[in-house]
């Protein structure tokens, strides 16, 4: 933990866009300790508490009802998971936090199945979903998608998060440079949604904050149509945090605004940081929890030996408490952009790996 306090101011707000008739994506900014959420556009200023802190972007994708559906249940259902056993949690290490954010996304993910799964007019939905998690002077990513994290420091913007997408697999691979893939008209296949399949593999990841560093979480509705470099720019010309979600959201819709545009920027501060020395050590960080953040108590069983291995990238089948009650959503059905992109990427990366193999 850090040894003084550290101070959060945060911003967030969604739009519509200018082609869509319904906005798909959901945020939320929340202070754990005091139990204080909003889902408003307005200025959160507080000191991280014992429990810490969360801000979340999910983009929702299935149509207009299922879109909103998803988006908004996998919010619901991780600040309830947060609030509510995080807080009540009797040990508040930093690999517990870590490990109730995955958590809460595994949670998220069953229900969302679930719900489709007893309604099949919402077949198809699902949601991206990036969660930032601050507790002392550490930050933690758990993500699901396509939706980013980008954080500015000492004059430089990094992305924190890797996308959970076809093209992103392909530049790993080494078979297309990342200017390429942003050029790509696939570039919106997704691997991975919260919703459409029955388990997921959370990406966590974690950065050690410094004393100035701002953070932006959205949609790719900006981050399609607005440079990291660009972000960058705005960040250090828009001081305060309302003016930068606007300036961001004013550019993404200044390029056609194809999709719902969200945005949540948060900026750190206080004794309780050190001094950033450059931005050197910023980037994507791969968190391995240790067996020990698991409580004793939530630790399965051993089953028998299966006739078949499962694989070791299979995510954990997530703790499913008794499902609260909650209404429906409403609006009109419309055809969603990525529907069935999650299957069809998987699908297309398969292809691409073998071609690439025997090249």
Known sequence: MSPGPVRV???????????????????????????????????????????GSMFLVADGMGGAVAGELASQMATEVIFTHLSTVWTTDRETSQDRFAYRMKEALELANHRIYEYARE??????????????????????????????????RGGEII???????????????????????????????????????????????????????????????????????????????HPALADLCSALIDLANGRGGPDNITVVAARFEGDGLPDAQGAGGVGYQVYRLPDT???????????????????????????VPPPPASGGSSGHAGSGVRPLLVALGLGLLAILLLYAATR
């Open 119 to 152: 309604h099949p007019e919402l077949r198809g939905m699902g949601t991206t979903a990036t969660v930032a998690g601050v507790l002392g002077d550490g930050l933690w990513l758990a993500q699901i998608g396509d939706s980013r994290a980008y954080l500015a």
């Open 293 to 319: 953040a698991t409580p004793t108590a939530e630790r399965p069983v051993p089953p028998d030996p299966p006739a078949t291995p499962p694989s070791a990238d299979a995510a954990p089948e997530p703790r």
């Open 9 to 51: 101011s945060v911003f967030g707000k969604t739009d519509l866009g200018q082609s869509r008739e319904h906005n798909e994506d959901t945020f939320l900014v929340a202070d754990l300790s005091a139990s204080n959420v909003s889902l408003e556009p307005d200025v959160r200023d507080h000191v991280v508490g014992p429990k």
């Open 159 to 237: 992305q924190l998060t890797k996308d959970q997408s076809l093209m992103q697999r392909l530049v790993d691979a080494g078979e297309l440079t990342q200017e390429e893939a942003d050029q790509s008209e696939r570039r919106n296949i997704i691997l991975q949604a919260l919703g459409p399949d029955p388990r997921v593999k959370v990406d966590l990841t974690h950065q050690s904050l410094r004393r100035g560093d701002t953070l932006v979480i959205c949609s790719d509705g900006l981050s399609g149509q607005v440079r990291r470099e660009e972000i960058g720019q705005l960040i250090a010309s």
